[in-house]
Structures are given as structure tokens and as C-alpha cells.
């Protein structure tokens, strides 16, 4: 039942109409309209003359903005205070965004909990959980967790009274899909919902200059009503990312209003909570495998070198077409450097099955990744380890003409990868300019049956 304070707008062509329904009048789009708040009218001016009432206000030249330096509350956990840019600051809303099960709960807890213990007043309120069972989360975290007061609601309304009344500094919201707002229709979770939860929420956390971390679900496909429509309404957005399966997750900024947007956090869940991995590359070449199949992707993970292993593995198929399956990079940059490896290199993986995998759960997504992903399959087809006593390392973006291309940071990247002495590196350049020649300097000359 539509009420006189919500309209429904349509996702597609943004007709309104005061009812719901199936398909949208507007551009014949089926399960497109979504329900919003009706804005008010603006008031005085639209008739007649278009002349507004309002005023005049004087613009303020920028040096002459008094602009107030607050000193940033600090999480204590390094990683997510580097990627925030220095820590959380007063009165900021922070978005965190991530698939169910990644450790957002357990991330933000363990935040709130340190807070706490350095004395600053905090509050984490979820709609997900019972109180018991954030409880038994926080018996497993160190420091001081269980000092954190809590609040089960999912009630909008209540949710906001009691933010104003304990006013707290930093507030935990978990999850703005579980939320509701009694005054729209919407089921928790609707586009229409999580965008008046959050807008409602921002004006609290202004008003009462409380940092508030708005945890948000994705899907696997970054589909879900929720964190995409509120990127614009937060101040910063962060992403944590793995395999639920995996050990690893990274957290890196997408947008952030108070600093960069390179830095990237490494963290690894254990039995008692997340722990900040600072060695990473240590640990990947560590377990790096040595076989036929493997090589060592010296990467860049926002303005971080990191080292990571990327494994191939190419084996007959009955399936038509054959499956191409990747975890941790984009399965369009594996069609593409199959591809070029078949027309430039003269290694074809024709109807066989292909997996790419990187090792640990990390994503990857940058073209950086290219060259290793060549590399690990041509040594899969050809059954060819690469690198006699150290693991090979390389970096560089494959092009459609079977060149290779350079990319941003070569020296950080170098120098990653020969403090843990890999040798050597293969990366575009004069010895290597194409993919071909870098096929032939890692894996050697092809036998004689291999057509080069
Ligand atoms: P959780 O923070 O609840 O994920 P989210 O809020 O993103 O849905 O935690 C996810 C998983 O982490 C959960 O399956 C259990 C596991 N976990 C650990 O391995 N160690 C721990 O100390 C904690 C608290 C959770
Ligand atoms: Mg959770």
C-alpha cells in the first residue's frame, strides 16, 4: 500500500509513480520501481515568476574557512587505520561493504573493542544478531570487546533515539540492510530502505559528530539494493574482500573523503579474530609451490608491493566448450590472454579446461596480472617448471598484438621481489618486449614438436 509520504521510482528511467507496480509505465521495464520517500515541494518561487524568497548568502573565500582539525580515533588495528587514512574522524560515515561470512562483524567488533579500551565512548547496534551471540563472537577477540555496549535493533526509529541519547563516538551499524524505517513499505533491505536508513543515519551522525561504520552485504556480483546506492551519501567506502574459505582477506578504499584510496589491508582470520598481516609477500612466496603450472606475480596492491603465487592448471576436457574457470582474477583477462597466447606464443590450450587460480584468496585486478597468468598456463601446457632454484617472479600487461606492455610502479615491484630473492624477473622490456620472448625466457626454447 503506497502512503501519501513515499513514491515509487523507477531504477531505469526514473518515472515516478504514486503506486507500485510490475512493470514500469515509463520504459516497460518489469520489477524496476522501488520505493522512496516523497521529497517535499520546494517551497515558494515555483509559481509565477520563478523569482525565490529566500535571501542572498555571502560565498567565503577558502582561506578564510575556519577549518577544525580533529584528531583521528585510532581503531589500533594498523591495517584499517592505514586505509582509512590515519583513523576514523569525528563525525564521518564509514561504509563497509563485503560478502556475508567475510568478517565485517568481527572486524568492526574488534575495532569498537579497542576504542573502547582507549576510552572513547562507543555503541555497536545490529539487526543481525542477538545480543548472546555477539557476546560469544567477542568472548573470542582480544583486547577489550567485551567492554563494548550493544544494541539489538531493527528499528529505525529506535536505532536513532538511542544514538542521540548516548551519543557515543564511534557507532557500529550492523547492517543497514537489517534496518527498517516503519514510515515506508519497503522490506528491510529494499533500495528505497537502506537509502532513508542511511540518510537518517547521516544526519544523526552529523548533528551529534559520531563516526558511524555502516556494515553493508554484497552479493558476489556487487548486485544487492544497498551499498551502491549509498557510495555517494558516505564519506569514505570501504571493501573487504577473500574467500570465505580462504585465510586471507584484503580491505581497500573505494572512495574516501580523507585520504588516498591506495592503501590496502591485509588481514588473515584465525581462531581469535582478524590479524593484520604485514609480511604478506613473506608468507606467499613462502607457499609458493614450484610446479609446473606456478609463478610468483609480483604485484601492486594500491601503493603496497605484494607478492603472490598464481597457479595454473590445464587438463583435458569432455566439455564443450571447454571451462575456464578463475578465483582471484577477471575471467575476461583469461579469455584474452589465451588467446594471445595461442596466435603469438604458439601454445594453444585448444579444448582443454583451464583454472587460474591465486594462491591465498587474494584478488587481483590490475593488468599487472597478465604476464603471470601467461606464464603459469604456458608452463601448465608445456608440464615445464619455471626457475631453477628461485621461483620466477614477473609483472607486465599482455597486449592484443602479443606485446607487452609496461605498467605503474616497475621499481617498486622490482625491488619487492628481490628482497625475497627471486630471480629473475621477468617484466617487459628490451630483453622482453613480447609475450613470446617471455614464454621463452622463463620456460626455455619449446621442443621441437611444439610448433613455435
Ligand atoms: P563475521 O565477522 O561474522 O562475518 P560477516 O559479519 O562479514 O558476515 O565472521 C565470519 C566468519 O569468521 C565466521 O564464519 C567465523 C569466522 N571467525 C573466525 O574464524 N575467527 C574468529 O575469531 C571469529 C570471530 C570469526
Ligand atoms: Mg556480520
Given at each position: 500500500?503506497?502512503?501519501?509520504?513515499?513514491?515509487?521510482?523507477?531504477?531505469?528511467?526514473?518515472?515516478?509513480t504514486?503506486?507500485?507496480?510490475g512493470?514500469?509505465?515509463?520504459?516497460?521495464?518489469w520489477?524496476?520501481l522501488?520505493e522512496?520517500?516523497?521529497?517535499?515541494?520546494?517551497?515558494?518561487g515555483?509559481r509565477?515568476?520563478?523569482?525565490?524568497?529566500?535571501?542572498?548568502?555571502?560565498p567565503?573565500?577558502?582561506?578564510?574557512?575556519?577549518?577544525?582539525?580533529?584528531?583521528?580515533?585510532?581503531?589500533?588495528?594498523?591495517e584499517?587505520?592505514?586505509?582509512?587514512?590515519?583513523?576514523?574522524?569525528?563525525?564521518?560515515?564509514?561504509?563497509?561493504?563485503?560478502?556475508?561470512?567475510?568478517?565485517?562483524?568481527?572486524l568492526?567488533?574488534?575495532?569498537?573493542?579497542?576504542?573502547?579500551?582507549?576510552?572513547?565512548?562507543?555503541?555497536?547496534?545490529?539487526?543481525?544478531?542477538?545480543a548472546?551471540?555477539?557476546r560469544?563472537r567477542a568472548?573470542r577477540l582480544?583486547?577489550?570487546?567485551?567492554?563494548?555496549?550493544?544494541?539489538?535493533?531493527?528499528?529505525?526509529?529506535?536505532?536513532?533515539?538511542?544514538?542521540?541519547?548516548?551519543?557515543?563516538?564511534?557507532?557500529?551499524?550492523?547492517?543497514?540492510?537489517?534496518l527498517?524505517?516503519?514510515?515506508?513499505?519497503?522490506?528491510?533491505?529494499s533500495v528505497?530502505?537502506?537509502?532513508?536508513?542511511?540518510d537518517?543515519?547521516?544526519?544523526?551522525?552529523?548533528q551529534?559528530?559520531i563516526a558511524?561504520?555502516?556494515v553493508?552485504?554484497?552479493?558476489?556480483?556487487?548486485a544487492?539494493?544497498?551499498?551502491?546506492v549509498?557510495?555517494?551519501?558516505?564519506?569514505?567506502?570501504?571493501q573487504?574482500e577473500?574467500?570465505?574459505?580462504r585465510?586471507?582477506?584484503?580491505l581497500?578504499?573505494?572512495k574516501?573523503?580523507f585520504?588516498?584510496?591506495?592503501?590496502?589491508?591485509?588481514?588473515?582470520?584465525?581462531?581469535?579474530?582478524?590479524?593484520e598481516?604485514?609480511?604478506?609477500?613473506a608468507?606467499?612466496v613462502?607457499?609458493?609451490?614450484?610446479?609446473?603450472?606456478?609463478?610468483?606475480?609480483?604485484?601492486?596492491?594500491?601503493s603496497?608491493?605484494?607478492?603472490?603465487?598464481?597457479?595454473?592448471?590445464v587438463?583435458?576436457?569432455?566439455l564443450?566448450?571447454?571451462?575456464?574457470?578463475?578465483?582471484?582474477i577477471?575471467?575476461?583477462?583469461?579469455?584474452?590472454?589465451?588467446?594471445?597466447?595461442a596466435?603469438?606464443?604458439?601454445?594453444?590450450?585448444?579444448?582443454?579446461?583451464?583454472?587460474?587460480n591465486?594462491?591465498?584468496?587474494?584478488?587481483?585486478?590490475?593488468?599487472?596480472?597478465?604476464?603471470?597468468v601467461?606464464?603459469a598456463?604456458?608452463?601448465?601446457?608445456?608440464g615445464v617448471?619455471?626457475?631453477?632454484?628461485?621461483?620466477?617472479?614477473?609483472?607486465?600487461?599482455?597486449?592484443?598484438?602479443?606485446e607487452?606492455?609496461?605498467?605503474?610502479?616497475?621499481?617498486?615491484?622490482?625491488?619487492?621481489?628481490?628482497?625475497f630473492?627471486?630471480?629473475?624477473?621477468?617484466?617487459p622490456?628490451?630483453?622482453?618486449p613480447?609475450?613470446?620472448?617471455?614464454?621463452?625466457?622463463?620456460?626455455?626454447?619449446?621442443?621441437?614438436?611444439?610448433?613455435?
Amino acid at each position: 500500500m503506497a502512503r501519501a509520504t513515499s513514491v515509487f521510482v523507477c531504477s531505469s528511467c526514473a518515472a515516478e509513480t504514486p503506486r507500485w507496480m510490475g512493470q514500469c509505465p515509463g520504459c516497460g521495464e518489469w520489477n524496476t520501481l522501488n520505493e522512496e520517500a516523497k521529497v517535499k515541494p520546494v517551497a515558494a518561487g515555483g509559481r509565477g515568476g520563478g523569482a525565490t524568497r529566500a535571501a542572498a548568502s555571502r560565498p567565503t573565500r577558502l582561506s578564510d574557512v575556519a577549518a577544525e582539525r580533529h584528531a583521528r580515533l585510532k581503531t589500533g588495528i594498523g591495517e584499517l587505520d592505514q586505509v582509512l587514512g590515519g583513523g576514523l574522524v569525528p563525525g564521518s560515515l564509514v561504509l563497509l561493504g563485503g560478502s556475508p561470512g567475510i568478517g565485517k562483524s568481527t572486524l568492526t567488533n574488534m575495532a569498537l573493542g579497542n576504542l573502547e579500551g582507549a576510552g572513547h565512548k562507543t555503541l555497536y547496534i545490529s539487526g543481525e544478531e542477538s545480543a548472546a551471540q555477539i557476546r560469544l563472537r567477542a568472548e573470542r577477540l582480544p583486547g577489550a570487546a567485551l567492554q563494548v555496549p550493544v544494541l539489538a535493533e531493527t528499528d529505525l526509529d529506535v536505532v536513532l533515539a538511542t544514538m542521540e541519547a548516548e551519543a557515543p563516538a564511534v557507532c557500529v551499524v550492523d547492517s543497514v540492510q537489517t534496518l527498517h524505517a516503519s514510515d515506508l513499505t519497503g522490506a528491510a533491505g529494499s533500495v528505497g530502505q537502506v537509502r532513508e536508513v542511511a540518510d537518517r543515519i547521516t544526519r544523526v551522525a552529523k548533528q551529534r559528530n559520531i563516526a558511524v561504520l555502516l556494515v553493508g552485504h554484497v552479493t558476489k556480483e556487487g548486485a544487492l539494493a544497498g551499498p551502491r546506492v549509498l557510495e555517494h551519501l558516505v564519506d569514505c567506502v570501504l571493501q573487504f574482500e577473500g574467500e570465505r574459505e580462504r585465510t586471507y582477506r584484503t580491505l581497500r578504499a573505494l572512495k574516501n573523503r580523507f585520504g588516498s584510496t591506495n592503501d590496502v589491508g591485509v588481514f588473515e582470520m584465525r581462531s581469535d579474530g582478524l590479524v593484520e598481516v604485514q609480511d604478506a609477500s613473506a608468507r606467499f612466496v613462502g607457499e609458493a609451490t614450484r610446479a609446473p603450472g606456478s609463478v610468483v606475480l609480483a604485484a601492486m596492491e594500491g601503493s603496497r608491493p605484494l607478492l603472490v603465487e598464481v597457479q595454473a592448471l590445464v587438463s583435458p576436457s569432455e566439455l564443450v566448450p571447454p571451462r575456464r574457470v578463475v578465483n582471484g582474477i577477471d575471467r575476461n583477462r583469461l579469455a584474452l590472454v589465451l588467446a594471445v597466447l595461442a596466435r603469438h606464443a604458439g601454445i594453444g590450450a585448444g579444448t582443454s579446461d583451464v583454472f587460474v587460480n591465486v594462491a591465498g584468496g587474494v584478488r587481483i585486478d590490475e593488468p599487472g596480472a597478465d604476464l603471470a597468468v601467461a606464464l603459469a598456463v604456458a608452463s601448465a601446457v608445456r608440464g615445464v617448471t619455471m626457475g631453477e632454484l628461485a621461483p620466477i617472479a614477473c609483472f607486465g600487461e599482455v597486449g592484443l598484438t602479443g606485446e607487452l606492455r609496461t605498467v605503474a610502479h616497475a621499481d617498486r615491484r622490482l625491488a619487492e621481489a628481490a628482497k625475497f630473492g627471486l630471480k629473475p624477473v621477468i617484466a617487459p622490456g628490451a630483453e622482453t618486449p613480447s609475450l613470446r620472448a617471455a614464454v621463452r625466457a622463463a620456460l626455455g626454447a619449446p621442443p621441437s614438436r611444439v610448433a613455435a
